[in-house]
Protein backbone atom coordinates (compact mmCIF):
# COMPACT_ATOMS: atom_id res chain seq x y z
CA UNK A 1 0.00 0.00 0.00
CA UNK A 2 1.36 3.62 -0.88
CA UNK A 3 -0.05 6.98 0.07
CA UNK A 4 1.61 10.38 -0.91
CA UNK A 5 -0.32 12.92 1.52
CA UNK A 6 1.30 16.11 -0.93
CA UNK A 7 3.89 16.90 -3.80
CA UNK A 8 6.97 19.35 -2.82
CA UNK A 9 9.92 20.58 -4.31
CA UNK A 10 13.32 18.98 -3.18
CA UNK A 11 15.73 21.05 -1.61
CA UNK A 12 18.74 22.52 -3.99
CA UNK A 13 21.64 20.71 -4.27
CA UNK A 14 24.91 22.33 -3.88
CA UNK A 15 26.35 23.86 -6.62
CA UNK A 16 28.50 21.45 -9.12
CA UNK A 17 26.29 18.57 -8.78
CA UNK A 18 22.75 18.02 -9.78
CA UNK A 19 23.21 14.34 -10.08
CA UNK A 20 19.86 12.90 -7.67
CA UNK A 21 21.20 11.95 -4.03
CA UNK A 22 18.64 9.66 -1.82
CA UNK A 23 19.28 8.99 1.80
CA UNK A 24 18.40 5.67 2.93
CA UNK A 25 17.83 5.46 6.93
CA UNK A 26 17.45 2.37 9.04
CA UNK A 27 19.65 0.45 11.44
CA UNK A 28 19.12 -2.58 9.56
CA UNK A 29 22.64 -2.71 7.49
CA UNK A 30 21.07 -5.67 5.31
CA UNK A 31 17.50 -3.62 4.41
CA UNK A 32 19.81 -0.55 3.63
CA UNK A 33 21.78 -2.81 1.09
CA UNK A 34 18.35 -4.30 -0.11
CA UNK A 35 17.26 -1.37 -0.83
CA UNK A 36 20.22 0.13 -2.52
CA UNK A 37 19.88 -3.25 -4.73
CA UNK A 38 16.41 -1.44 -5.65
CA UNK A 39 18.55 1.43 -6.82
CA UNK A 40 21.21 -0.34 -8.92
CA UNK A 41 19.79 0.59 -13.01
CA UNK A 42 19.51 4.28 -11.79
CA UNK A 43 21.91 6.98 -11.86
CA UNK A 44 21.60 8.57 -8.87
CA UNK A 45 24.00 8.68 -5.53
CA UNK A 46 22.90 6.90 -2.69
CA UNK A 47 23.82 8.05 0.87
CA UNK A 48 23.00 5.29 4.04
CA UNK A 49 22.35 6.62 7.72
CA UNK A 50 21.60 4.45 10.61
CA UNK A 51 20.58 6.75 12.98
CA UNK A 52 18.33 9.61 13.71
CA UNK A 53 21.25 11.91 14.33
CA UNK A 54 23.38 11.03 10.90
CA UNK A 55 20.24 11.33 9.23
CA UNK A 56 19.69 15.05 10.06
CA UNK A 57 23.68 15.84 9.88
CA UNK A 58 23.76 14.48 6.10
CA UNK A 59 20.61 16.28 5.49
CA UNK A 60 22.11 19.27 6.16
CA UNK A 61 25.46 18.83 4.35
CA UNK A 62 24.33 16.62 1.37
CA UNK A 63 20.90 18.24 0.63
CA UNK A 64 19.54 15.02 -0.66
CA UNK A 65 16.90 14.94 -3.13
CA UNK A 66 14.77 12.38 -1.73
CA UNK A 67 15.02 10.86 1.72
CA UNK A 68 13.10 7.17 2.87
CA UNK A 69 13.27 6.83 6.59
CA UNK A 70 12.50 4.05 8.98
CA UNK A 71 9.11 4.83 11.24
CA UNK A 72 10.41 2.62 14.13
CA UNK A 73 14.26 3.97 14.28
CA UNK A 74 15.34 3.24 17.93
CA UNK A 75 16.39 6.23 20.18
CA UNK A 76 14.51 8.93 18.53
CA UNK A 77 12.38 7.35 15.82
CA UNK A 78 11.79 8.21 12.48
CA UNK A 79 8.71 10.28 12.87
CA UNK A 80 10.93 12.38 14.93
CA UNK A 81 13.28 12.89 12.83
CA UNK A 82 10.68 13.91 10.10
CA UNK A 83 9.51 16.14 12.11
CA UNK A 84 12.73 17.64 12.73
CA UNK A 85 13.25 17.94 8.71
CA UNK A 86 9.93 19.61 8.19
CA UNK A 87 10.46 22.25 11.15
CA UNK A 88 13.59 23.19 10.05
CA UNK A 89 13.07 26.02 7.17
CA UNK A 90 16.52 24.95 4.92
CA UNK A 91 15.39 21.57 4.89
CA UNK A 92 11.87 20.95 4.96
CA UNK A 93 11.61 21.30 0.95
CA UNK A 94 13.36 17.66 1.29
CA UNK A 95 10.53 14.99 0.45
CA UNK A 96 10.44 12.29 2.71
CA UNK A 97 8.99 9.15 2.60
CA UNK A 98 8.28 6.85 6.02
CA UNK A 99 8.67 3.13 6.15
CA UNK A 100 6.02 1.74 8.49
CA UNK A 101 3.83 -1.03 8.97
CA UNK A 102 0.15 -0.02 7.34
CA UNK A 103 -1.49 0.62 10.97
CA UNK A 104 1.23 3.54 11.62
CA UNK A 105 0.40 5.15 8.28
CA UNK A 106 -1.92 7.94 9.83
CA UNK A 107 0.64 8.80 12.32
CA UNK A 108 3.42 9.15 9.61
CA UNK A 109 1.24 11.45 7.63
CA UNK A 110 0.14 13.36 11.11
CA UNK A 111 4.41 14.07 11.46
CA UNK A 112 4.29 15.81 8.01
CA UNK A 113 5.47 13.15 5.93
CA UNK A 114 5.07 13.62 1.98
CA UNK A 115 4.49 9.74 1.46
CA UNK A 116 3.94 6.59 3.38
CA UNK A 117 5.59 3.11 2.16
CA UNK A 118 3.83 -0.14 3.59
CA UNK A 119 6.56 -2.91 5.37
CA UNK A 120 7.36 -5.21 4.05
CA UNK A 121 9.00 -2.60 1.44
CA UNK A 122 8.42 -4.05 -2.06
CA UNK A 123 10.82 -3.14 -5.31
CA UNK A 124 7.65 -1.79 -7.08
CA UNK A 125 6.43 0.68 -4.12
CA UNK A 126 9.93 1.89 -3.27
CA UNK A 127 10.56 2.72 -6.72
CA UNK A 128 7.56 4.34 -7.48
CA UNK A 129 8.00 6.90 -4.58
CA UNK A 130 11.36 7.32 -5.95
CA UNK A 131 9.98 8.32 -9.61
CA UNK A 132 7.69 10.45 -8.53
CA UNK A 133 9.85 12.84 -6.41
CA UNK A 134 12.95 12.50 -8.23
CA UNK A 135 13.86 12.25 -11.82
CA UNK A 136 15.94 9.75 -11.92
CA UNK A 137 17.85 8.33 -15.85
CA UNK A 138 17.32 4.50 -15.18
CA UNK A 139 19.50 2.25 -17.59
CA UNK A 140 17.19 -0.55 -19.05
CA UNK A 141 19.06 -1.01 -22.14
CA UNK A 142 22.46 -1.99 -23.36
CA UNK A 143 24.82 1.07 -22.68
CA UNK A 144 28.36 0.95 -24.88
CA UNK A 145 31.29 3.35 -24.01
CA UNK A 146 32.15 5.30 -27.36
CA UNK A 147 33.39 8.42 -28.18
CA UNK A 148 31.23 10.14 -31.00
CA UNK A 149 31.28 13.48 -32.32
CA UNK A 150 28.14 15.40 -31.83
CA UNK A 151 26.62 18.49 -32.71
CA UNK A 152 24.61 20.24 -30.03
CA UNK A 153 21.97 22.79 -31.25
CA UNK A 154 19.90 24.32 -28.60
CA UNK A 155 17.84 27.31 -29.45
CA UNK A 156 20.17 29.11 -32.68
CA UNK A 157 23.65 27.91 -30.75
CA UNK A 158 25.39 24.79 -31.89
CA UNK A 159 28.13 23.20 -30.00
CA UNK A 160 30.08 20.27 -30.31
CA UNK A 161 30.91 17.67 -27.81
CA UNK A 162 31.96 14.00 -27.68
CA UNK A 163 29.91 11.51 -26.68
CA UNK A 164 31.39 8.97 -23.17
CA UNK A 165 28.98 6.25 -23.94
CA UNK A 166 26.09 5.13 -25.97
CA UNK A 167 22.84 3.45 -25.98
CA UNK A 168 19.27 3.29 -28.02
CA UNK A 169 17.93 5.81 -25.70
CA UNK A 170 20.66 8.27 -24.51
CA UNK A 171 23.83 9.34 -24.35
CA UNK A 172 26.25 11.03 -21.78
CA UNK A 173 27.62 14.09 -23.59
CA UNK A 174 31.10 15.00 -22.08
CA UNK A 175 31.02 18.74 -22.06
CA UNK A 176 32.01 21.78 -19.45
CA UNK A 177 28.91 23.79 -20.68
CA UNK A 178 26.04 22.50 -17.76
CA UNK A 179 22.46 23.00 -19.63
CA UNK A 180 20.26 22.50 -16.93
CA UNK A 181 18.33 19.79 -17.11
CA UNK A 182 14.43 20.27 -19.24
CA UNK A 183 17.18 22.03 -21.83
CA UNK A 184 15.86 20.64 -25.63
CA UNK A 185 18.64 19.53 -27.84
CA UNK A 186 18.23 18.93 -31.43
CA UNK A 187 21.68 16.52 -32.11
CA UNK A 188 23.80 15.47 -35.09
CA UNK A 189 25.53 12.09 -34.03
CA UNK A 190 28.70 11.54 -36.62
CA UNK A 191 28.88 7.39 -36.20
CA UNK A 192 32.33 5.85 -37.54
CA UNK A 193 32.35 3.77 -40.49
CA UNK A 194 30.70 5.59 -42.71
CA UNK A 195 27.01 5.87 -41.44
CA UNK A 196 25.35 8.88 -42.41
CA UNK A 197 24.70 11.76 -39.54
CA UNK A 198 21.86 10.72 -37.11
CA UNK A 199 19.74 13.96 -36.18
CA UNK A 200 17.27 13.56 -33.49
CA UNK A 201 15.77 15.21 -30.71
CA UNK A 202 16.80 15.08 -27.05
CA UNK A 203 16.45 16.28 -23.79
CA UNK A 204 18.31 16.49 -20.73
CA UNK A 205 17.49 14.74 -17.71
CA UNK A 206 21.19 14.45 -15.71
CA UNK A 207 23.54 17.31 -15.20
CA UNK A 208 27.27 16.94 -13.87
CA UNK A 209 28.82 20.02 -13.16
CA UNK A 210 33.08 20.73 -12.87
CA UNK A 211 33.67 21.38 -9.11
CA UNK A 212 37.24 21.34 -7.90
CA UNK A 213 37.72 17.93 -6.13
CA UNK A 214 34.95 15.73 -8.06
CA UNK A 215 35.56 12.82 -9.73
CA UNK A 216 32.60 13.33 -11.70
CA UNK A 217 33.41 14.15 -15.61
CA UNK A 218 31.36 17.13 -16.37
CA UNK A 219 28.90 17.05 -19.29
CA UNK A 220 25.12 16.41 -19.41
CA UNK A 221 23.14 12.53 -19.96
CA UNK A 222 20.69 12.57 -22.58
CA UNK A 223 17.65 11.09 -23.19
CA UNK A 224 16.91 10.63 -26.86
CA UNK A 225 12.87 11.63 -27.11
CA UNK A 226 12.00 12.19 -31.08
CA UNK A 227 14.37 9.47 -33.57
CA UNK A 228 13.23 8.91 -36.70
CA UNK A 229 13.13 5.32 -37.86
CA UNK A 230 15.91 5.56 -40.33
CA UNK A 231 18.06 6.56 -37.73
CA UNK A 232 16.80 4.58 -34.60
CA UNK A 233 18.17 1.37 -36.88
CA UNK A 234 20.94 2.91 -37.68
CA UNK A 235 22.05 3.58 -34.03
CA UNK A 236 20.69 0.02 -32.69
CA UNK A 237 22.72 -1.45 -35.47
CA UNK A 238 25.90 0.01 -34.55
CA UNK A 239 25.59 -0.49 -31.00
CA UNK A 240 24.79 -4.68 -31.73
CA UNK A 241 27.66 -4.52 -34.16
CA UNK A 242 30.10 -2.86 -30.97
CA UNK A 243 28.76 -5.44 -28.54
CA UNK A 244 29.62 -8.21 -30.80
CA UNK A 245 33.41 -7.61 -30.72
Not at 21 to 28: P, Q
Not at 47 to 52: M, N, V
Amino acid sequence: MVRRSSGRTAASPPDGEAIARILLVDEVRRFLDLLKNYLKRATCRVLTARTGAEALALCRKERPGLVFLDAGLPGADGLAICRALKDDPLLRAIPVVLLAPAERQDECHAAGCDAVVAKPVTQEAFLEQVRRFVDLLERQEHRIPVSVRTELQVGTATYTAFTKDLSPHGTFLKSPRPFPSGTRLRLTLHLPGGRPPLVLGAEVRRVIGSSAGSHLLPGVGVRFDDVPAEARAVLEDFIAERLRR
